[in-house]
Structure formats: C-alpha cells, structure tokens
C-alpha cells in the first residue's frame, strides 16, 4: 500500500471513529437530557419527592428515566418492592381458605396482563419504560430482585389485590373556617412482615402542560393512591368490600390508572365521577372526591343501582345517620340508600361515628380550619385501635401510613408519614406544599 492510501485509509478511520463517538455523544447528550427531566431526592428522611417533566419525553422515556431516578436515590428499591410483594402474596396464601381459592402471583400476573390490555396507551408504554430498568429474568418473589411481571403486578396492585382500608372527611361552605373546601385522608396499609410500604413514601409531580399532577403514593407507583390536579381536583382511593366474586378481567379495566386519568385529563369533580361512575372494574371501591368549593364520595359499586355519589345531604341506608352541614366522611362501606349494602363491620360503624362526633364537637367552637382537620382525621382513641375506641388514625396491624389534610383552595398539604418500623400513636404532620405547586408552571 503506498503513502497516499495509507493516508486516505487513516483519514477513512479517523472519520469513522469521530462518527461513532459523535453518534456516542448524541445519544448520552439525549439520555442526559431526558434524566434531567427527571428529579428524585428524599426529604427529611420520611419521604421521596419527585418532579417529572412529560413535556420534554414520551411516555416510554418518562418511566425509563423515572426507573433510573429510583436506582440512583434508593438502591435497595428492588429489594423493598419484591419484599413487599412477598409479603403480600404470602398473607394470601394463609387466607386462601376463607377467601375460597389461592391468590397466587402466577393468577395476580395473568389477571394484571389482561387489565394491562384495557389501560391507556400511554400509561402502557411507561410501565414499559419501567421494564427497562427492572427486567430481572426470573419471577421468583424474595429474591431482592424485580422481573418485568413482577413490575407489572406491582403497578396493578389495587386492581388484583387489597391492599388498603383506608377513611376520610372534608368541610366546605359554612362549615370550613376559609370558606374553601378542607380534605383530610388517611391511608391505611396492612403492615405485613417487613413494613416495606413506610420505606416508601412518596410525593411525585407530574408536569404537563394543563395535565399536570400531584401524586401521593408509593415509590415507582404511576398511579395515585391520592391526588390533585392542577384544576383543584382531589381523589382518594378507598377499599369498600362486598365480597362478590372476583371477575373475569377480559373485559375490565384499572381503576386505579383512571383515576390518574381523570385527575389530567378531567376539569371538575362532576367530570371525574361522571367518568369513574361508568367503567367496568375488577374492584368495588369509593372515591373520596374534593374540589375547591364542595366534597363529596363516589360509592363505585360496580353492578349496583345506588352506585353514585354521595353529598352531606344524601338518603343514607335504613339506620345510617350524617346530617352535618357542608361535612362529608367515609369509611370503607356503601352509605347511600340505594348501594348493596357491604357486609356489616363494627369497625366501620365506630369510625363513622367518630367522624361525626369529632366534627359536630369541632364545629362547637367555629369553623373547621386545617389545625382541626389535622384532629378530626389524626384521631386515635385512646389505642389507636378502631375496636373498641374508634380510632381513625389507626396504629395497629393496618396502621395509618399517610394521613394528609389539604385546602383545595391554595393546595397547602400536611402529611404525616408512617415510619418505617414504628406505629405511631399519633400522627406528626409535616408540610410538603406551602402553597399551589403548580403556580410557578401556569402561564
């Protein structure tokens, strides 16, 4: 080969190698700029705040990066999550008995990829984002790791599974000191073996556009437990029990990812309820629903003429009696006169009636202002046990592990996050909004 080839060869490689690390650089530059779109950090040591910016990624991009958020903040996430479900799927087993069959993760799994089937496209395509990062081979529960099924049933964990109990209330008109709508809630968890859920609070705003979102649940969850939008709409989920048969899930799609629907893509409370009220679910369940002016619980069960929404003036069930003005509670049972009624729990009825008592005795000496509300949901008993003191605010095998109170007129939230490892007697709310997060990125 003479100098000249050699020379253009040389050239011919140089060139080849500056494309190829070129092409490196673009594509690191583009990872880079999707993670940056992507901010976790854990605050004051009880729980995860994250920001996503979805207007700067697609929906696969946002649960990948989302993914690896999680990774680089919380290393031992895999081995929570897996423990967690572990944990579950085992109190399941020991069950099976009374429920009548097993609940196994090869059954949750199937049932998880049918309702997959029905969801959004775009909340598919982040749970595979997720599956990126979280693709162990194997589906093998306590093993520290996490498969791409395992994963999936993990987001669909209200849709195959009951996970919570849960209560709430809310003061609005003349009964609230601002005049605005007051919402407390609590989220109630089976604390299972290893209390993995307190490990993993979390507090994730989803930026975009008019869509965008508050979600309170738990860590890598792209769904809310509890929400806002940045229309001042809330929603809580609530477990309500009938024991009806669990369905054929063909047909069926996620409450749980709806509920994130209609938090961004619905303006009022009335749009939510309109939309919540008329799906087809695996679950029946309640929504505590709260706007700026008014609150009110969507009895979601399925099948049923009464299913609707109940306000503080409603026709409730032979022997079920409210009567507060402008006050709303709920606990984990259909009240409204013409919803089956679920089976009878005096558990559920001694909450509802510290709901009522604490709020007519709070009412005694003004309006209900947020301080209160922090009382009235932040109510223990005297054990923190709903039988016999009627606690709200529970602190045994299913303690509270979220407790949040909220003005929907501002958005300022207070919650209380369980510890991990502790049951607090009371709760200790923390401030997590001061105001509207959503101020800063409204034009």
């Known amino acids: 080969m003479n100098n000249k080839m050699k020379l253009s060869a040389l050239c011919f490689l140089c060139l080849s190698i500056g494309l190829l690390l070129m092409g490196c650089q673009q594509q690191n530059t583009a990872n880079d700029d999707t993670s940056s779109s992507v901010t976790l950090e854990r605050k004051d040591d009880a729980y995860f705040y994250g920001e ?88 093998v529960l306590g093993d520290g790791r996490l498969s791409k099924n395992e994963m999936l049933v993990y987001q669909m964990f209200g849709d195959v ?29 089976d604390l299972l073996q290893h209390d993995d859920a ?13 869509k965008s979102i508050v979600m309170f649940n738990i860590l890598g969850l792209l769904v809310p437990i509890s929400g806002f939008s940045d229309d001042h709409v809330f929603l809580g989920t609530l477990d309500a029990e009938t024991l009806a048969p669990y369905p054929d899930t063909r047909d069926k799609k996620s409450y749980c990812f709806d509920f994130r629907d209609a938090l961004e893509n619905t303006k009022t409370l009335e749009e939510a309820a309109a939309y919540l009220s008329t799906e087809n679910y695996t679950m029946n369940h309640l929504v505590l629903l709260a706007d700026a002016t008014k609150a ?12 609707g929404l109940r306000s503080w003036d409603s026709t409730l069930q032979p022997g079920m009696i409210w009567g ?20 009878d729990d ?26 209160k509300m922090k009382a009235i949901v932040g109510y223990s008993g ?27 007129d501002n958005l300022e939230t207070w919650i209380a996050f369980k510890p991990s490892g502790s049951n607090p007697l009371h709760p200790t709310y923390v401030e997590v909004f001061a105001n509207n997060p959503f101020a800063n990125d409204q034009n």
């Open 382 to 408: 005297t054990d923190g046990k709903p039988i016999p003191s009627g606690a709200v605010f529970r602190s045994d095998h299913i303690p509270s592990i979220q407790s949040m109170v909220i003005r929907m």
């Open 52 to 139: 996503i910016d979805l207007t700067q990624m697609t929906h696969t991009q946002m649960g990948e990066a989302y993914a690896q958020a999680i990774v680089n903040v919380f290393p031992d996430y895999e081995a929570h999550v897996d423990s967690m479900l572990k944990d579950q799927f085992d109190l399941l087993a020991a069950a099976k008995d009374s429920i009548g069959y097993d609940l196994n993760f090869e059954l949750c799994k199937s049932r998880a990829t049918d309702i997959q089937n029905n969801i959004q496209p775009e909340y598919q395509e982040e749970i595979a984002g997720l599956q990126k990062v979280f693709n162990y081979d194997n589906d």
């Open 161 to 189: 599974m009951r996970p919570t109990q849960c209560s709430g209330a809310a003061v609005f008109g003349e009964s609230s000191a601002t005049g605005n709508t007051i919402v407390g809630r609590n989220l109630d968890w």
């Open 296 to 307: 009110q619980v969507l009895e979601n069960n399925i099948g049923s003429p009464g299913r």
């Open 324 to 343: 507060i003005k402008d006050t709303i509670a709920t606990v984990n049972d259909f009240r409204l006169v013409d919803n089956f009624a679920t089976p």
């Open 346 to 371: 005096p558990i559920d009825d001694l909450r509802w009636e510290s709901y009522r008592n604490n709020i007519t005795n709070a009412l005694t000496t003004g309006k209900i202002d947020v301080d």
């Open 198 to 210: 307190s490990a993993m609070h979390t507090v994730l705003y989803i930026k975009n556009g008019d």
